[in-house]
T-cell receptor
Framework: SQQGEEDPQALSIQEGENATMNCSYK?????LQWYRQNSGRGLVHLIL?????REKHSGRLRVTLDTSKKSSSLLITASRAADTASYFC????????????FGKGTKLSVKP | GAGVSQSPSNKVTEKGKDVELRCDPI?????LYWYRQSLGQGLEFLIY????????KSGLPSDRFSAERTGGSVSTLTIQRTQQEDSAVYLCASSSGAGGAEQYFGPGTRLTVT
């Protein structure tokens, strides 16, 4: 299977703390994307990082990509209760039509 | 503007019946994807439409699954002779860019096969 893996599977933190989630994948990619899903529905795109980029920021989000290790990390700084959700990395593989291959996700719980 | 819409939001059907799930992509988006999400398999790609090109059906799990996209807009995913393992949330997404751009997802259709 081409499916990537995220770790941890679940993460529980206090509001204000930082949350880091990691993702590994298996073959060369065009880009890697992170999505958030609340309550089992409604996937929302967060950030896209291309294979020739190493780091990207968007608001409180910071994504890194290490193509030599085939891994990425998502850092959420100063977390809020509203960040409670499942987070998925998704890769677009080289030669694909653009369909996303999703990891299994990290379930983040931020306690007020 | 309106996002991706899907209907119905929930569908309960008996094993062996056919079901049709509908997706209305964001206006002007040329790319449309179907995925399904289940507890056991996570999020899986099913099929991809891009403009007038032949669809990429490589993710369809069996020949009971088919999809069409009429007029480059609305898409229908059809599952024939449903089985219990077809129970899942079926998600549709659309994208404006070339393959690999960010995708905008609909709320999904929760299918339960009894």
């Amino acid at each position: 299977s081409q499916q990537g893996e995220e770790d941890p599977q679940a993460l529980s933190i206090q509001e204000g703390e930082n949350a880091t989630m990691n993702c590994s994948y298996k073959t060369s990619i065009n880009n890697l994307q992170w999505y958030r899903q609340n309550s089992g529905r409604g996937l929302v795109h967060l950030i896209l990082i291309r294979s020739n980029e190493r780091e990207k920021h968007s608001g409180r989000l910071r994504v890194t990509l290490d193509t030599s290790k085939k891994s990425s990390s998502l850092l959420i700084t100063a977390s809020r209760a509203a960040d409670t959700a499942s987070y998925f990395c998704a890769t677009v593989y080289g030669g694909s039509q653009g369909n996303l291959i999703f990891g299994k996700g990290t379930k983040l719980s931020v306690k007020p | 503007g309106a996002g991706v819409s899907q209907s119905p939001s929930n569908k309960v059907t008996e094993k062996g019946k056919d079901v049709e799930l509908r997706c209305d992509p964001i206006s002007g988006h040329t790319a449309l994807y179907w995925y399904r999400q289940s507890l056991g398999q996570g999020l899986e790609f099913l099929i991809y439409f891009q403009g007038n090109s032949a669809p990429d059906k490589s993710g369809l799990p069996s020949d009971r699954f088919s999809a069409e996209r009429t007029g480059g807009s609305v898409s229908t995913l059809t599952i024939q002779r449903t089985q219990q393992e077809d129970s899942a949330v079926y998600l549709c997404a659309s994208s404006s860019g070339a393959g690999g751009a960010e995708q905008y997802f609909g709320p999904g259709t929760r299918l339960t096969v009894t």
